[in-house]
Every structure is written in C-alpha cells, then in structure tokens.
C-alpha cells in the first residue's frame, strides 16, 4: 500500500498513467471514436487538408488519418504488451526456477541465457523475422525470444538476493512445500523488479514493433500501425510532411509516458530513491522560496 500512495502522490507517474490509460481506452473504442473505416479507399479525397470530416486529414489513398491513429493503438500497443507479458512470463518462471535450486538446474538455464545473450537483440529480430517472413505474429515471436534471456537472468539476480532473507530460510525449516515458497514469499518479492523492468522494456517494444513495420518487416499493408503509417508517410515527406506528424507524436508520447513511469514506480519501490527525490523537491521549493522573499 505504501508503494501505491507514493505512486499516487508523484505527479508526473499519475499524469503518464492517466496519458497510458487514455491512449488504452482510445484503442479499445476506437469503433465507436473513429469517424471513419480506416481500411475504406478515396482517391479522389487524397491529401484533403484538416477539416471537420477529417481531423487529421487524409493520406495517399484518402483514408482517414485519425482512425488509423485510433486503430493503430491496437496492433502497436497492445501487441506490444502481449509481447511482454509472455516475456515475463517465461523470464520469471525460469529466473525463479534457477535461482531457488541452483546447481545444475540454474548452469543449464544459465548456459542457454548465455547463447541467446551473445547475440545483439535487434539483429536477432531482424534475423528471425527474416527466416519466418513479415508477420505480425512473427514479430511478437522474435521479440520474445530476443528478451527472454535477459529477463530470466535479471530475475534469478533478485532470486538469489531472497534467498538469504530469514523468512524463506524459516519457511524451508518450517517444512513448506517449493511451490508454497516460491508463490508466497519468492513471487511476491521480485513482483517489483518485474513491474520496474517491463515498464521501462514496454517502450522499447513499441519502438521495436514500430520500426520492423517502418522497414516492412513487421505489420503489413493495409493494416493500420504507427511504424507503416510512418512507411507510408515518407514516400511523401517532401510534399506532405505533416503525415509524419501525427504517428511520430504518438510513439513519442506512449513510448515517454512508459519510461518516465517505469522511473518513477522504480523511486516508489526504493525508499532510498523515494526520499532522495523528496528531498531534491523540498530543496527545489526552499530555493524558488528564497529567492521570491528575496526580492
């Protein structure tokens, strides 16, 4: 609870919350907010300018630039979080798993972290997406199995640290099971490390599904997605370069509103971090104080 009221009470993590939540909803409705089908053809109504029909205009082919927006929420976002909780999922299964029976079980799991780690993540994507073919589906699968590795690894770290805590010791003597440990004292332990980590990691699969889509790798024609209406965009840049406005702005946004709450759920959870911050805010206030009483 003390996490949640220090969350509640930083400003900038309730304004990218409330940012987050907005954009989710959006997506959600956007049959019902859209005002037009974003798939429906006009080329007699190409590049029409902003008007009360087209908010945002209309592309290349007359569509509805807006909808698409409205529509792309669900193939750039929450394909993104689909892409992370099975991420995390796998990451925190096998991070516990080797960090609460080490010995062979954690070098075998280790081992094969260490060959997925070898490889730089964007040119595993690339190389997976390019052995399976353009795909949405292949574009979560290259994802996951870029990350996962390095989840699993971050994860055993905050195992191990648990491992020595006097509770989980009392609870072995006490005779609990593995599987009592693990989901009553174990999981809820790294649950904050786990929220830290795909915070921060959600807007960098959004940049990720973004750009697979903006090399035509990722999302195809004619489904809506922030990274092809950018695709699609720069064919036009010299003429009609305000069509990248309006995609580039929203990865923009969603991708910031993630990190800066990943930052600041990470200051929540560190009570260290959480005064330290405090105290700069304290001494932000003194200073401008001080100087207004001064003159």
């Not at 759920?265 to 405090?278: D, E």
Request: proline share 4%; hydrophobic share 50%.
């Amino acid at each position: 609870m003390k996490v949640i009221q220090r969350l509640l009470d930083d400003k900038l993590a309730v304004f990218c919350l409330l940012v987050i939540s907005i954009v989710m909803i959006a997506g959600v409705l956007s049959p019902v907010l859209a005002p037009h089908n974003p798939l429906e053809l006009n080329v007699f109504n190409k590049y029409a300018g902003i008007s009360k029909d087209y908010p945002l205009g209309t592309d290349q082919l007359g569509r509805c630039i807006l909808s698409r927006l409205l529509y792309g929420i669900r193939t750039t976002i929450f394909l993104a979080l689909l892409t992370m909780f099975v991420t995390i999922l796998i990451g925190t299964i096998l991070g516990i798993i080797a960090g609460f029976f080490r010995g062979k079980v954690d070098e075998i799991i280790m081992r094969m972290c260490d060959v997925m780690l070898s490889f730089p993540a964007e040119v595993m994507i690339l190389a997976i997406v390019g052995i399976l073919g353009p795909n949405l589906m292949n574009v979560v699968i290259a994802n996951i199995v870029a990350k996962w590795a390095w989840y699993t690894r971050m994860i055993r770290s905050v195992v191990i640290q648990y491992m020595d805590k006097n509770y989980i010791q009392f609870a072995k003597v006490s005779g609990c099971s593995t599987s009592h440990i693990m989901r009553r004292h174990i999981l809820p332990g790294v649950s904050g490390e786990v929220a830290i980590l795909a915070t921060l990691d959600t807007g960098w699969v959004i940049l990720n599904i973004s750009a697979l889509s903006f090399l035509g790798l990722g999302v195809q024609a004619p489904t809506p997605e922030w990274g092809m209406m950018l695709n699609e965009a720069k064919n036009v840049m010299v003429t009609h370069p305000t069509h990248m406005l309006a995609p580039g702005i929203a990865i923009l946004i969603v991708v910031g509103a993630f990190n800066f709450l990943g930052d600041s759920i990470h200051s929540a959870i560190n009570p260290k971090l959480y005064q330290k911050k405090n105290n700069r805010s304290r001494m932000n206030v003194f200073t401008r104080n001080k100087k207004f009483i001064s003159k």
